[in-house]
Nanobody, 127 residues
Framework: QVQLVESGGGSVQAGGSLRLSCAVSGTTYSSDCMGWFRQAPGKEREGVASIATRGGRTYYAGSVKGRFTISQDNAKNTMYLQMDSLKPEDTAMYYC????????????????????WGQGTQVTVSS
């Protein structure tokens, strides 16, 4: 069974930084893509960033490009999201997700393409 566990959320002021982590466990699991998604109250879950697990190519939503950085440490089975210059509109529950249906979809930040999900970690940015 695959488990994704997020950590690192919290409350910061606008302009601050946070780093989210996503630890992956599972005996035979091998993902093609991993991603970060977020969901604000009353809104749909949206893609933030993704990474191809083999090769490391990264993709970002326009709203976070230049401020957020996705990365992975394969030796630790952990994915990260470094969030800088945070804005109040970044406030949301952040989820990590993994996909093992082929790397062709890594650049498509769609919830329907991901197989496994974590429980989420809350990020709150105050003005």
């Amino acid at each position: 069974q695959v488990q994704l566990v997020e950590s690192g959320g919290g409350s910061v002021q606008a302009g601050g930084s946070l780093r989210l982590s996503c630890a992956v466990s599972g005996t035979t699991y091998s993902s093609d893509c991993m991603g970060w998604f977020r969901q604000a109250p009353g809104k749909e879950r949206e893609g933030v960033a993704s990474i191809a697990t083999r090769g490391g190519r990264t993709y970002y939503a326009g709203s976070v490009k230049g401020r957020f950085t996705i990365s992975q440490d394969n030796a630790k089975n952990t994915m990260y999201l470094q969030m800088d210059s945070l804005k109040p509109e970044d406030t949301a529950m952040y989820y990590c997700a993994a996909r093992n249906g082929g790397s062709w979809a890594c650049g498509i930040l769609s919830t329907s393409l991901y197989n496994y999900w974590g429980q989420g970690t809350q990020v709150t940015v105050s003005s």
